[in-house]
């Protein structure tokens, strides 16, 4: 068994691969924690699409790919924004809108613009986390520590804002920086974690460990707790399962990330499915005690 | 005192407030009564800049309101609110003072005193540890009467605070108005229906759209204005 744990460890490229897993898991689960309870999840997975449309313009212009990725991401969130304000467009509608169309925008850069067909969509798409060098772990280390101060800093104007946001404006907080940050942040957590599970799964990342948390504990900051040892937890087995199994990193990671979810949404002690079956069927029992109680009683 | 003058909000293009004006002295229990869709919700959220507003002023003790929302209490109405957010009774509370207490602060110990004294007052003090999503909709609301009256605020405002609670919970309410009037503070309170609980008021507005009636309740709750407000129907039950 041990063995079965240390071999991957002597490889430099797993080793890279853990660390910035971990590090991802924890920074998906704070970030995530915000969008699960702003019910921002379908933003996400736009955005996490429409960052493919800054990739060949970035490549083009000779900055980093991260950059363009991250304009892209921010600029479909604002074209959002102003379809939704200045529409009768509902959310859903807008958003796959946009989505389809900065997918279309970035395959067809790429395939157009001079140079850009260097970019590999199928890697964008899946990610591989094998794959990242020391200086990406160090950057992913970098946000999600500065993420985590920023949260820390703001915790107590983040939680008014995303739990009563009409309440807190009208208290004079001002709404919209807090409003523009968490899209911001939610972005750069998408582009960092770009690399490792790509745009295709890369919401789940954000979404799962966060969610499962949300089914266990009773408190924003527990969420991001738990949700942080869900989601280093996750890229660990996801990763380990990936090795042994010679699967794609980023899926094995998802599914481990589903499973925890699984076990929450059936074992949650507070509101588990077997639970709350348990519970009715226990309710249900002294009902019929009751009345079986009653009818004895009569004469 | 608060001073509405020439107010008119647009809507989704289409106008929901025009030309509205009031005051609401200090000391003073006003409530706004008027249909679905009269504008309502929309006037307290003008008044308190949540929503962009075309013309008119809004004054508090003779300044611009927007410059002293550290002395107004908000509760929105309940539906407006995600029950199964991970918070806790105490935790909303304590939002009360989130702004007084200043970015990169914790809450101090009067914060904390005062947010106890809140939920004490309102009988909820022993329930503070729970989530929020655990309490009935009368306790939901007493937890933002609580956090209402833990900022300490001059001017309180309150969307619809009867709506689905119970006799308990009501009656907590009244009192709390009551007390809250006595010790000079400015209320103005949406009702959601024509019922009894008008009696509590001082002064009403009767809205649609346009300001109808202002007045105590005889003034306002006659036939004649309730058929301009609701139209002939409710004017047969109410006249």
Known sequence: MLEWIIEPLSLSFMQRALMLGIVLGVLCAIVGSYMIVQQMGMLAHAISHSVMAGLPIAYVVGVALSIGALIAGVVSALVLYLIESRSRVKTDAAMALILTSFVALGVTLVSTLPGANRIDLVHILFGNILGVTMKEVWWSLAIAVIGIILVRLFFKELLFYTFDPKGAQASGLPVHWYNASLIVAMTVTIVVCLPTVGALLVVALLVAPAVTAYLLVKELHQMMWVGSIIGALSSVIGMYLSYYLDAPSGATIVLVAFCFFCLAFFFSPSEGLLVSLWRQHTRSKLTDADMMQTQSIKP | ?239
């Open chain 2, 1 to 239: 005192m608060l001073e509405i003058q020439n107010l008119s909000v647009d809507y989704r293009g289409t106008r929901a407030l025009e030309n509205v004006g009031f005051t609401v002295p200090v000391g003073q229990l006003v409530g706004s009564v008027g249909p679905n869709g009269a504008g309502k919700s929309t006037l307290v959220e003008a008044i308190l800049g949540l929503v962009p507003v075309i013309q008119g002023v809004i004054r508090f003790n003779g300044m611009p309101l927007r410059r002293q929302l550290l002395k107004t209490a908000y509760v929105p109405q309940r539906s407006r609110i995600d029950w199964d957010y991970p918070v806790t009774v105490w935790n909303v509370v304590m939002m009360a003072q989130t702004v007084q207490t200043g970015l990169f602060q914790r809450f101090s110990r009067q914060t904390k005193y005062l947010a106890q004294a809140a939920l004490e007052r309102v009988g909820m003090y022993e329930l503070r540890h729970r989530p929020i999503g655990e309490l009935s909709g009368g306790q939901q609301q007493r937890d933002f009467l609580a956090r209402a009256l833990a900022k300490e605020a001059e001017l309180l405002i309150f969307d619809e605070p009867f709506t689905a609670v119970d006799r308990k919970t009501e009656d907590v309410i009244f009192e709390i108005f009551q007390e809250l009037r006595a010790a000079g503070k400015t209320l103005l309170i949406i009702n959601h229906d024509l019922g009894e609980s008008l009696a509590i008021y001082d002064q009403l507005l009767l809205l649609n759209k346009r300001l109808i009636a202002q007045g105590t309740r005889q003034e306002v709750v006659t036939s004649d204005n309730l058929e301009r407000a609701y139209g002939r129907g409710l004017t047969r039950v109410f006249a």
